[in-house]
């Protein structure tokens, strides 16, 4: 396949500039010409072709299934974009005054309200423009707490299964990272914890259901023991596919929190698009959350800046509104009982493929699991390893499963089906598995060398982190 630049003829071309009021035969002016702008001479139909092939070569949720543990990559209903297309939300400026704005204001204030419902946390921000950014608001709001009550406590406590933003948002707050070590069965290692626990710890983070894909059986002692030391207790509930009207994130002793839309509420994600990261809160740290927040006054719905405790703004305008919009419908079409069933087929859904490949795949904990569940690749046959199975399955039509996280499993594969597959596709998926461990053991190039049927064969992943070209130069 030629590159745009490959294709250049000079001459061809696919444009009609407007002469924007320079006469024929008069130059541009200097300071206007774009000089250094190599771009290729290519006509119209060829430009549309190239493009066009080249979105096909992508994989995303509408292609197939799409197991990536963690990112919770489900279908996302496509009423939510018709209702993210609705002119009165796309065409509302962002300064407009109030009265213009009383529909976003309105279903901003009411998504707040459902994530409060979901998770029994007092009030939401939806302003955060991703997870990340929602743990570090939220470790920004912890940091302040302290500040006003005058101490000065510097330690963070992370699960050595979080995911890498925990540690990252803690760290680009000031605080110093204690990482709490796993049980082999999964859950945090209790007298760990009681070993590092002290008055400087500010609070833990933990994820809820963890990244194994378990929830911890001990929830609510590591929460009083965090209490005693006036410590906050932090979710990362990123992935709340579990527990939707299942389990209220604040009944298991949580005081902050936050959610990706784009993971749980089924907002389009991955290639760095817009998500949203809201964050929750106990009613002690409502007045932490950053300005503005929506609220609902008598003359409708506004933007309340007069918080004077706020941390501050931390995006700009309301926030990334289109993204709230789908997670808006989604909620509104789906209903509390809605929710709670996507939760019951989430867990049924993981629980089916845990059952169908534990015999044939390395399980490091074997218990009923959440929404997602880990497997390994010890113990596979002709040294073929998770990576290799990861672009295996890429040449049968799926997305590979989240590879060589978390951590703490050596060559890990987290698979997250969601409750949006059908039990057809799922037999499929099982199906291409044991396919691929039996290649494995038979004609283990096949996998070893995958993949065969994409547009680009087995990258030199050596090559390419030890001479990487990150621009394309004509030779
Ligand atoms: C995805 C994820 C995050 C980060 O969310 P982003 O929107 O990618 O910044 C944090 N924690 C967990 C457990 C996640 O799965």
């Given at each position: 396949?030629?590159?745009?630049?490959?294709?250049?003829?000079?001459?061809?071309n696919a444009y009609m500039v407007d002469t924007y009021g320079i006469a024929e035969g008069e130059e541009i002016p200097a300071g206007l010409l774009r000089d250094e702008l190599d771009l290729p001479d290519i006509n119209e139909v060829e430009a549309v072709r190239h493009y066009t092939?080249?979105?096909?070569?992508?994989?995303?949720?509408?292609?197939?299934?799409?197991?990536?543990g963690s990112c919770t990559m489900k279908h996302n209903p496509k009423i939510n974009e018709r209702t993210a297309s609705l002119p009165g939300f796309t065409s509302l400026h962002p300064m407009a005054g109030?009265?213009?704005?009383?529909?976003?204001?309105?279903?901003?204030?009411?998504?707040g309200n459902y994530l409060s419902g979901v998770t029994g946390m007092?009030?939401?921000?939806?302003?955060?423009?991703?997870?990340?950014?929602?743990?570090?608001?939220a470790v920004m709001i912890i940091k302040k707490y302290f500040e006003e009550k005058g101490e000065n406590r510097k330690v963070i406590l992370i699960p050595d299964s979080a995911h890498?933003?925990?540690?990252?948002?803690?760290?680009?707050?000031?605080?110093?990272?204690?990482?709490?070590?796993?049980?082999p069965e999964g859950d945090v290692d209790m007298d760990a914890l009681k070993e590092v626990l002290d008055e400087n710890v500010a609070g833990m983070m933990l994820t809820s259901p963890n990244t194994l894909g378990l929830f911890d059986r001990n929830i609510h002692v590591i929460a009083d023991l965090l209490h005693e030391k006036d410590a906050l207790f932090y979710c990362d509930g990123a992935n709340l596919n579990a527990v939707m009207g299942k389990a209220r994130i604040n009944d298991m002793g949580f005081d902050i929190m936050h959610i990706n839309l784009h993971k749980t509420f089924s907002t389009p994600h991955g290639g760095g698009g817009p998500g949203a990261g809201p964050i929750g809160v106990v009613s002690k740290l409502e007045k932490y959350l950053p300005v503005p927040v929506v609220e609902k006054g008598e003359e409708g719905?506004?933007?309340?800046?007069?918080?004077?405790?706020?941390?501050?703004?931390?995006?700009?305008?309301?926030?990334?509104?289109?993204?709230?919009?789908?997670?808006?419908?989604y909620i509104r079409m789906l209903g509390a009982a809605g929710?709670?069933?996507?939760?019951?087929t989430a867990v049924l859904n993981a629980n089916y493929l845990l059952a169908k490949l534990k015999d044939h795949f390395y399980l490091p904990v074997d218990r009923t699991c959440m929404h997602e569940f880990v497997i390994s690749d010890k113990g596979m046959p002709n040294h073929v390893t998770t990576n290799d199975i990861g672009k295996r399955i890429l040449d049968y039509g799926f997305h590979a499963p989240t590879v060589y996280f978390p951590l703490i499993i050596e060559g890990a594969m987290m698979i997250e089906p969601t409750e949006t597959e059908s039990l057809e596709t799922l037999d499929t998926f099982v199906d291409t598995m044991l396919k691929i461990k039996e290649e494995a053991e038979k004609d283990s190039e096949l996998v070893t060398g995958a993949p065969h049927n994409l547009a680009f064969k087995k990258v030199d992943a050596v090559t390419?982190?030890?001479k990487p070209v990150l621009k394309w130069t004509k030779e």
């Amino acid at each position: 396949m030629k590159t745009v630049f490959e294709m250049h003829e000079p001459g061809k071309n696919a444009y009609m500039v407007d002469t924007y009021g320079i006469a024929e035969g008069e130059e541009i002016p200097a300071g206007l010409l774009r000089d250094e702008l190599d771009l290729p001479d290519i006509n119209e139909v060829e430009a549309v072709r190239h493009y066009t092939y080249l979105s096909t070569l992508n994989f995303g949720v509408d292609s197939g299934m799409y197991p990536l543990g963690s990112c919770t990559m489900k279908h996302n209903p496509k009423i939510n974009e018709r209702t993210a297309s609705l002119p009165g939300f796309t065409s509302l400026h962002p300064m407009a005054g109030r009265e213009c704005a009383q529909g976003t204001l309105e279903m901003i204030y009411e998504l707040g309200n459902y994530l409060s419902g979901v998770t029994g946390m007092s009030r939401f921000s939806i302003a955060p423009a991703a997870g990340a950014h929602g743990e570090l608001v939220a470790v920004m709001i912890i940091k302040k707490y302290f500040e006003e009550k005058g101490e000065n406590r510097k330690v963070i406590l992370i699960p050595d299964s979080a995911h890498g933003t925990n540690p990252a948002s803690v760290a680009m707050c000031g605080f110093e990272v204690k990482s709490v070590p796993s049980t082999p069965e999964g859950d945090v290692d209790m007298d760990a914890l009681k070993e590092v626990l002290d008055e400087n710890v500010a609070g833990m983070m933990l994820t809820s259901p963890n990244t194994l894909g378990l929830f911890d059986r001990n929830i609510h002692v590591i929460a009083d023991l965090l209490h005693e030391k006036d410590a906050l207790f932090y979710c990362d509930g990123a992935n709340l596919n579990a527990v939707m009207g299942k389990a209220r994130i604040n009944d298991m002793g949580f005081d902050i929190m936050h959610i990706n839309l784009h993971k749980t509420f089924s907002t389009p994600h991955g290639g760095g698009g817009p998500g949203a990261g809201p964050i929750g809160v106990v009613s002690k740290l409502e007045k932490y959350l950053p300005v503005p927040v929506v609220e609902k006054g008598e003359e409708g719905y506004f933007l309340n800046y007069d918080r004077p405790e706020s941390i501050g703004r931390i995006h700009s305008f309301y926030g990334n509104v289109l993204v709230m919009i789908r997670a808006y419908t989604y909620i509104r079409m789906l209903g509390a009982a809605g929710l709670r069933e996507v939760s019951e087929t989430a867990v049924l859904n993981a629980n089916y493929l845990l059952a169908k490949l534990k015999d044939h795949f390395y399980l490091p904990v074997d218990r009923t699991c959440m929404h997602e569940f880990v497997i390994s690749d010890k113990g596979m046959p002709n040294h073929v390893t998770t990576n290799d199975i990861g672009k295996r399955i890429l040449d049968y039509g799926f997305h590979a499963p989240t590879v060589y996280f978390p951590l703490i499993i050596e060559g890990a594969m987290m698979i997250e089906p969601t409750e949006t597959e059908s039990l057809e596709t799922l037999d499929t998926f099982v199906d291409t598995m044991l396919k691929i461990k039996e290649e494995a053991e038979k004609d283990s190039e096949l996998v070893t060398g995958a993949p065969h049927n994409l547009a680009f064969k087995k990258v030199d992943a050596v090559t390419a982190a030890r001479k990487p070209v990150l621009k394309w130069t004509k030779e």
